[in-house]
């Protein structure tokens, strides 16, 4: 249960991170405007760490790949050994696909948006990628695969001709079309003609030829959509999450949670279901949910109230009594009207070996032990100095920005991002007070906080209760008066075996390293 | 290069296709791949399109799926048996492909093609093949080397086969749940082949470890291994190896192995023998019928009937029999539902007494159901029970809850009840049917729902043809020919469905003296649709009366309504007046 998570571990804190700039892809220059359908909203680092993929909202998937390791999508064995060298990661630009297109449900009257909601990556096989993605309402699996380019030539019919590979040369598309218009017609023939007693010779007929496929050894990346599982969610996905198992994985939408086969497109199973009989009594929606990394029957869904709630699969077919509540009983020293908006989780992530869960709401991550469930462990504060703007921020509907959170893959520290594009980490072992501010931009510590405040202990919680960032004095983070709450960073990723951050600044992917 | 002959141009095109852009186009070479090979002959089907189809193995799932098909019967083709090793490449490549549909069909044809091997080239080619996928670097191929082991297993050596044994149990242990969800689910397979001796010492072994794998889904599946294995070992094997197995899954965490407990048990009671039955696995079977998941009891509802064949009739009305009770009144329609399909089966078992003292009370309190699909259930099974208890009993007790189902406000309900009226009416008799249910099959008739008045209809013919012309002439007819004075047109139109359904089956002496009479008298309906369903009706009596009556009444009555004012009915007069034509040509 604990093993590579050394949060609860003792021994010597490990030295705060000196964060420096990796990489960008997609910088704007000065003045230029953000499509918004090149917005980023969806970073996922595939569980090796050799492949990085975005989705954004013109429902577009764009992968990387990493320079840096010996043979990016070589053997098995590899892929599973993380014994890499001691330079930092370096991705390039693989390949992109439209994963989603806008539709319209004509018997809601409703259209969904392309927006990738999220991306999750599933096992990699026979050397090609996969991964999941989702918008509101539909999930698609998709391979990625090099492909060689093929030749074929050396036709009977008509040598001469040399068709190419369609999903590859474009040039050769006139061609084959002619090719297939052609042939197109003769299958009837071949049936006539060889149900016409149309004899063979024993020994076969030698001017006959099979087609010659040229292989060559460049390759391109090919994206395939294998399946689409759609139908199943009345209200909008919020997040999808794969197995321990390798063949299933969950969506969870608003008020319900399915659970699915990758093999099986057309039925999936409802396993919690928090829609009240009357619509009127719902108080309290799912936000986010994601499997446990290792026990295939164990996950976690937040909500809107602030819960966490651990569900066992083995107990019952549906899952509405959880197995596990977690919630900060601790009463906020000051209860105002946004104290229930801001409480809402906007994403959880399990650490790698389970034991913990990263929670972050409006004003803090939290970060939880599932043994655990009195409490936090510890309460980071994020952007504290924000608390007497909420008024503002519920006007312009800032209040409601989902900001998703990181674990590194050590478990050691976490981040998760704010406005004006800054992104904070802190260190979560036991007595640790490393606190970064990064701005996401060429120059990440431009705002850097250099002397963060000793943590100051909650009287009312448990020993290890750590609440920090709190007592900063006000501006520290930069120019706290002047925050932009347009430029927000709601997508960041850790890399899962090295201290590698990928975040999204509007349509901008930043790289970070330490 | 010139173009090949004319003759052979079809199968120049086919073989060309096999490398066609359109995917419909390459499927259909694929098919024909048989013709191909007969094209080349069979030396070049060996060495060029075998080779040209493993080296193409990346096309869309469809095609791949269509070659592994063909490759299964292209022994053949390639010259035979002793040359049937050359079929394993392509077929080796299938197997490791990450659509399984694809991957099984491989394995289907790998196993057809090593079943025909000879000893020699098995273990030359095909033994080797198994090896290479087992060792796959990829976890496809060593998902597809656990399916084909027990047909490379049999002829193999005895170096060989402690070989493969020791492979199979690496895979038991492989990293990957899906390598062990295959290991656990061919177990049982290859255990079949393996000896004995082994059966205990090895196959156990991997067995165990399954049965406490950490992955539900891999100890689900090792469920379905017990009753194969149990079939396998000794009885005394079975009952120190399988049984403690099986009655832990019975109480196991997860709901699913639970699930699969439920559905298998009856099987596995048959591998353990009739003692350990009685004494292990009717707790672990009533702990399942009282589980607290409903899936489970579901599962186990269902196969009631099943477990209860295996058991004497004592034990089941002492330990099953409770659970039963309490599950016909269980909070879940389903499981209710699932017991409902089943339990009328149980009668036969338990005998007539017992049924009478134990069953009846439960068949009725199912039969008064608020959910329709309980209902249902017990009313397709009525016959089983008329055999044990006999027709009075059953007429005393379920005939009224039968009758009130006929007036169900589901019409689905009432339409079932309807279609078991003359199974009911040939088990029940004469007499006692024109009490109870003969006013029902009138009142059907008029009913709201259209589907209902059909059926109606079609029992009204169903019972004439089970009492005979007479019966139906005294109880049916009168009643119906009622009817044709009803207010409303939708119910005169019923009157002409039932007669044009009837009247085959009275002939043409009642035919002509009753029915005929009503049917003119109802062609000079106010509703046009009346008046064109005469036309249709009449065309319909055509053939079972006389010539005579035709001439005289039919074709008067179709003559003056193929002058009426609507369309249609002019329309179907017409049609009907063309066919006695028609007959009329071909008599003469």
Redesign the interface.
Known sequence: MNGGDEVGGSGELPQPLDWRFSQVFGERSAGEEVQEVDIISAIEFDKSGDHLATGDRGGRVVLFERTDSKNASGARRDLEGTDYSLRHPEFRYKTEFQSHEPEFDYLKSLEIEEKINKIRWSQTANGALFLLSTNDKTIKFWKVQDKKIKKICDINTDSSRTLGNGSVASSSNSKTTNACLTNGGLPDKVNNSLSNDFSLPPGGIPLLRLPVVITTHETSPVARCRRVYTHAHDYHINSISNNSDGETFISADDLRINLWNLEISNQSFNIVDVKPANMEDLTEVITSAEFHPTHCNTLAYSSSKGSIRLIDLRQSALCDSHSKLFEDTETPSSRSFFTEIIASVSDIKFAKEGRYILSRDYMTLKLWDINMDSGPVSTFQVHEYLRPKLCDLYENDSIFDKFECCLSGDGLRVASGSYSNLFRVFGVSPGSTETTTLEASKNPMRRQVTTPSRPSRSLSSITRAVRRGAAESPGVDGNANSFDHTTKLLHLAWHPTENSIACAAANSLYMYYA | ?A???E????????????????IQ?RL?SIR?LS?IA????????RK??IP?LS??S?DDDEVLLAMAEELGVFIPFVGGIEYAHVLLPPLESLC???E?CVREKALDSLCKIGSQMRETDLVDSFVPLVKRLAAG????ARVSACGIFHVAYQGCTDVLKTELRSTYSLLCQDD???VR?AAASNLGKFATTVESTYLIAEIMTMFDDLTKD????VRLLAVEGCAALGKLLEPQDCVARILPVIVNFSQ?????VRYMVANQLYELCEAVGPDCTKTDLVPAYVRLLRD????VRIAAAGKVTKFCRLLNPELAIQHILPCVKELSSDSSQHVRSALASVIMGMAPILGKDSTIEHLLPIFLSLLKDEFPDVRLNIISKLDQVNQVIGIDLLSQSLLPAIVELAEDRHWRVRLAIIEYVPLLASQLGIGFFDDKLGALCMQWLQDKVYSIREAAANNLKRLAEEFGPEWAMQHLVPQVLDMVNNPHYLHRMMVLRAISLMAPVMGSEITCSKFLPVVVEASKDRVPNIKFNVAKLLQSLIPIVDQSVVDKTIRQCLVDLSEDPDVDVRYFANQALNSIDGTTAAQS
């Open positions: 290069m173009m090949v002959d003759p052979l141009y079809p199968i120049a095109v086919l073989i060309d296709e096999l490398k066609n852009d359109d186009l259909n024909r013709t007969r094209a080349l002959g069979e030396e070049r089907t060029e399109l040209f080296e193409n990346d490791t492909v990450e399984t670097e990829w976890f496809a990957m749940p899906m969800r950490d992955q539900d889904s196991d965490k997860s709901w699913r607290n998941e409903a899936e």
